[in-house]
Nanobody, 122 residues
Framework: QVQLEESGGALVQAGGSLRLSCAASGRTFGSYVMGWFRQAPGKEREFVARIHWSRGITYSADSVKGRFTISRDNAKNTVYLQMNSLQPEATAVYYC???????????????WGQGTQVTVSS
């Protein structure tokens, strides 16, 4: 049974940083794409960044390029999202996802975590 467990969400002031973690278990993820999405109140779920587990190839949304970095630790089976220079518009629930197709849309991912809340105060 695949499980994705996010952690690291918190309340932070504008300009601050957070690192989110996604602990993955239940299968071998070597051929999978791991993604981070976020959903703010009243808005659709939005793609943030993705990484191919074994190849390490990454891609980030234009809105976060240069500030957010996705990475993974194979030994710990964990994916990270380092978020710097956070602004209030980054406030959302952040979700980790995994799937063989990946991409920038939610339907490319088969497995989802429960989410972790990030709140950025001005």
């Amino acid at each position: 049974q695949v499980q994705l467990e996010e952690s690291g969400g918190a309340l932070v002031q504008a300009g601050g940083s957070l690192r989110l973690s996604c602990a993955a278990s239940g299968r071998t993820f070597g051929s999978y794409v791991m993604g981070w999405f976020r959903q703010a109140p009243g808005k659709e779920r939005e793609f943030v960044a993705r990484i191919h587990w074994s190849r390490g190839i990454t891609y980030s949304a234009d809105s976060v390029k240069g500030r957010f970095t996705i990475s993974r630790d194979n030994a710990k089976n964990t994916v990270y999202l380092q978020m710097n220079s956070l602004q209030p518009e980054a406030t959302a629930v952040y979700y980790c996802a995994a799937g063989p197709k990946g991409g920038n849309s939610w339907y490319g991912y088969d497995y989802w975590g429960q989410g972790t809340q990030v709140t950025v105060s001005s």
